[in-house]
């Protein structure tokens, strides 16, 4: 019985399309468990993490007022950036909700509607290099390495796995 149960579910989950949204979440949110910043862009959207604490902890990095005068605005205009990927992502998400609710959905407008959903995230992630840059210009190299001590930036960081003991 609980082989069955089991086959069951696993087929639900993997015949639901991977775009499927939970009540009320873009993809992403699903995609991060709904907590805090995107983990789906990766490195991306630590960028406002990274701007914001060099803000909070500007005396401990050593910022001259005429840096904060460069990084504040910056930071907002991230912050922005960040709240119209959102948006623009969750109505093109529901856009293939829309389309895909039908049992026979035409697939020409489902491909033009994941294709746009992947270049809504290109240019996202390509606006946010931008900042990026922009940011590590103003830093010297001691400032730098500060920042990348507070805030680990290695791509694929992950907690260490736990070692699986063998049983005998």
């Known amino acids: ?51 914001g604490m060099c803000i909070e902890h500007s005396d401990k990095m050593g910022l001259t007022d005429d840096q904060m005068v460069k990084i504040k605005p910056l930071h907002s205009e991230m912050q922005k950036k960040q709240v119209r990927f959102r948006a623009d992502l969750k109505i093109a998400e529901i856009e293939l909700k829309d389309i895909m ?18 270049a809504i995230k290109t240019a996202h992630h390509l606006e946010m290099l931008k900042g990026m840059k922009e940011m590590r210009t103003i830093l010297t190299d001691e400032q730098f390495n500060k920042m990348k001590k507070m805030v680990p930036m290695k791509m694929g960081d992950k907690k260490p796995a736990k070692k699986k003991m063998k049983r005998p």
């Open 1 to 51: 019985m609980n082989r069955i149960v089991l086959s069951l579910l696993l087929t639900v989950v993997f015949a639901v399309p991977a775009f499927s949204q939970m009540e009320g979440m873009s993809m992403m949110e699903q995609y991060r468990g709904g907590h805090g910043q995107m983990m789906g862009m990766g490195n991306m959207d630590k960028m406002g993490d990274m701007m």
């Open 101 to 118: 609710e039908v049992k026979d959905f035409d697939m020409e407008k489902a491909d033009a509607a994941v294709k746009k959903i992947a």
